[in-house]
């Protein structure tokens, strides 16, 4: 499970950065990816466990490739 863990967490903090670099409130981002503004932040915080789909729909939210999420 920790390897699990560790996931969340890793690709939390990849969205959050992203977020941020293009100067976009969880909000924003929530709008933009028709989620609900408390799941961006758990997924930001690694409490969430984002479906494909959803990982899909957050990065053309933020308007980057799929991989740019892992790509550290």
């Known amino acids: 499970m920790k390897d699990k863990d560790e996931a ?3 690709f939390g903090q990849r969205l959050r ?3 941020r670099s293009k ?4 909000e924003d981002l929530s ?3 028709d989620l609900d503004r408390t ?3 758990g997924c930001e915080r690694g409490l969430r466990n984002p479906s ?3 990982m899909i729909r957050l990065a053309k939210a933020l ?3 799929l991989k740019d999420l ?3």
């Open 70 to 72: 892992f790509d550290a």
């Open 23 to 26: 100067n976009l409130s969880q």
């Open 31 to 33: 709008g933009r990816a």
């Open 39 to 41: 799941y961006v932040s």
């Open 52 to 54: 494909l789909k959803t």
């Open 63 to 65: 308007e980057v490739d």
């Open 17 to 19: 950065e992203i977020r």
């Open 8 to 10: 969340y967490k890793a």
